[in-house]
Structures are given as structure tokens and as C-alpha cells.
């Protein structure tokens, strides 16, 4: 499975040009008969041009030819500001055919940019970034680390402020043993951004490691919860001992023998168990839809 993102990732120069006055006529004009063009006017000065100029530049480069980008400095040409009667910048104008066809002022988030220019030139395929956070996502589910490490860490170089990136590293990180890095990496990532499926799974993973790491052996447990099946603690540390073990299947049974004989036992203690397992399984888990399916049947019975 490719994981690395390719070198030429960051390659397509040509498709972005720095315009002026006097080649606007055929940098943008002429050359929107035969391509979209896309012109980004901007200033130095300008904090929120500096903000939206990177990511413009990205989405074109995805695009792979299906749109050129022309940047045009108003403070040194601003005729062309004028005559397209630009009151604020950054400005961005699509042209087509000749003609100005469409246009938006400010600094966008990356993901409304690309549905701008996909309004126009069609679908974007997913960007090298992109791929790499796939490639990496199906690794993880399939227990391959290195190549699920190598993906994640490849990202955050190209782009360190990935949160989901840090997120699925971390959980690489917790199957390859190394808890206090997973938690050290899940430090950098912002208290309003961790609500996001990966960030929610990654700290569930971490919570279920540290409980592992505190439930014993699991054999103890197993004979303390066969002794006495109404010590409910003692079921729920089975339980978790095994979630932290990998076993879900046999760790999801504890928790729902626990709802089944007192769900509100100890707070619920055993469906946030369930749930928080759950979530690091990822919905689409045939065990995560067969625990659902029964987690359901006792709560509704």
C-alpha cells in the first residue's frame, strides 16, 4: 500500500503566476478561453491576503490543471483592481471563457475554496495530504503500524498543525506501546478542536490503555467475576482489562452484562465503557454495529 505522499506533490509551478497589467490580457483573459483562471488580488500589507494565499495555492495544485492560479500585487498594479471595482481585499475573481464569472472577498477556509473552483472545473480529487491520512486510516484499522506511522508522521511535516494526523498518530503510538508519547501528542492539539471523530477515538484509546494498564491480570479478575457474578466492580475491570487487551468482543460483553443486571450502576460505569469503546472501534466495525444491536435491546426492552 502506497503511503508516502509523492515528492512531486508540491510541483505544477506553472499552473501559478504572479500577473501584472500589462499580461493580463493573456495570462487571464486569453488564457481562460482554454482554462479556468483564477485571479487572487492581494497587497503585502494585507494580513488576511497572507492567510489565503497558501491555501489557494493548494487547492489549485490539487486540482491538476483544471484551473491556473494568477496573483496579482494591487498595490503595483491597480488598474486591474479598478476596473474590476475590487473595494476590499483579498479578492478573488474566477475567469471563463473571457469574462469574470464568479468571485468571493475574504479569507476562506480551505475546504469553501475548493468547492469555488470544483463549482466551475468539476470534482477535485483528493489532495496528496489527502491520500496519505486515507492510506494511513486504513493501516491503523488493519494493524499495520509501520505503514500507518510512516503516513501520519509524513503529514505532519508537510502540514504539523493536522489535528486528525496527530490524533491517528497517537493511537499508533499507543498500539506500539508508547502511551506517555501518544498522551505528550495529544497535548499539542487545541482545547477547541478536539471534538472531531479522531481526536474523541484517540483519547478513548488512551483512556482504555490507562485502564489496561491499571486492571492487573486478567486471569485474577476472570475467577473474582466467576465467584461472585453480582460484584460489579470486579466485572468492570474485567472489562476493561480486556478492551485494554484488544479483546472487545469479550471486554463489551462484561460492560453489557453490567447494563443488563443495573444500568445505572456507578454512574452508568458500563455503558461509558461501551460507548468509550465504541468510539476507538469506529462505527463501521461489524462488532460495533452487534454491541450497538444489543446495547439497544437492553435499553429499550
Given at each position: 500500500m502506497e503511503t508516502l505522499i509523492s515528492e512531486s506533490a508540491g510541483a505544477g509551478d506553472d499552473l501559478i503566476k504572479d500577473g501584472s497589467t500589462e499580461s493580463f490580457m493573456q495570462e487571464v483573459v486569453e488564457a481562460s478561453k482554454?482554462?479556468?483562471?483564477?485571479?487572487?488580488?492581494?497587497?503585502?500589507?494585507?494580513?488576511?491576503?497572507?492567510?489565503?494565499?497558501?491555501?489557494?495555492?493548494?487547492?489549485?495544485?490539487?486540482?491538476?490543471?483544471?484551473?491556473?492560479?494568477?496573483?496579482?500585487?494591487?498595490?503595483?498594479?491597480?488598474?486591474?483592481?479598478?476596473?474590476?471595482?475590487?473595494?476590499?481585499?483579498?479578492?478573488?475573481?474566477?475567469?471563463?471563457?473571457?469574462?469574470?464569472?464568479?468571485?468571493?472577498?475574504?479569507?476562506?477556509?480551505?475546504?469553501?475554496?475548493?468547492?469555488?473552483v470544483e463549482r466551475h472545473a468539476g470534482p477535485i480529487g483528493p489532495s496528496p495530504v489527502e491520500e496519505a491520512y486515507q492510506s494511513g486510516t486504513e493501516a491503523l484499522e488493519t494493524g499495520d503500524t509501520e505503514v500507518a506511522l510512516t503516513a501520519f508522521a509524513k503529514i505532519l511535516e508537510l502540514d504539523p498543525d493536522h489535528v486528525d494526523a496527530k490524533a491517528q498518530l497517537a493511537r499508533v503510538y499507543i498500539k506500539l506501546g508508547e502511551l506517555d508519547a501518544a498522551k505528550s501528542l495529544m497535548e499539542t492539539i487545541p482545547e477547541d478542536t478536539k471534538q472531531t471523530p479522531a481526536v474523541t477515538a484517540a483519547l478513548a484509546a488512551i483512556s482504555i490503555a490507562e485502564n489496561a494498564a491499571d486492571a492487573g491480570e486478567l486471569e485474577p479478575l476472570r475467577l473474582k467475576v466467576e465467584e461472585n457474578p453480582d460484584d460489579l466492580a470486579a466485572r468492570l475491570e474485567y472489562g476493561k482489562a480486556l478492551a485494554g487487551a484488544g479483546d472487545y468482543e469479550a471486554g463489551g460483553a462484561e460492560f453489557l452484562e453490567i447494563i443488563r443486571r443495573d444500568r445505572d450502576w456507578n454512574e452508568a460505569a458500563g455503558r461509558h465503557e461501551l460507548l468509550k469503546m465504541l468510539e476507538v472501534m469506529g462505527p463501521a466495525d461489524p462488532l460495533t454495529k452487534s454491541l450497538r444491536r444489543q446495547l439497544s435491546s437492553i435499553l429499550f426492552a
Open positions: 482554454e482554462t479556468l483562471i483564477l485571479v487572487d488580488l492581494w497587497a503585502p500589507w494585507c494580513g488576511p491576503c497572507k492567510q489565503l494565499g497558501p491555501m489557494i495555492e493548494k487547492v489549485v495544485r490539487d486540482a491538476k490543471g483544471a484551473v491556473k492560479l494568477v496573483k496579482i500585487d494591487i498595490d503595483q498594479n491597480p488598474q486591474i483592481a479598478q476596473s474590476l471595482q475590487v473595494q476590499s481585499i483579498p479578492a478573488v475573481f474566477a475567469f471563463k471563457n473571457g469574462q469574470p464569472i464568479d468571485g468571493f472577498m475574504g479569507a476562506l477556509p480551505e475546504s469553501k475554496i475548493k468547492e469555488f
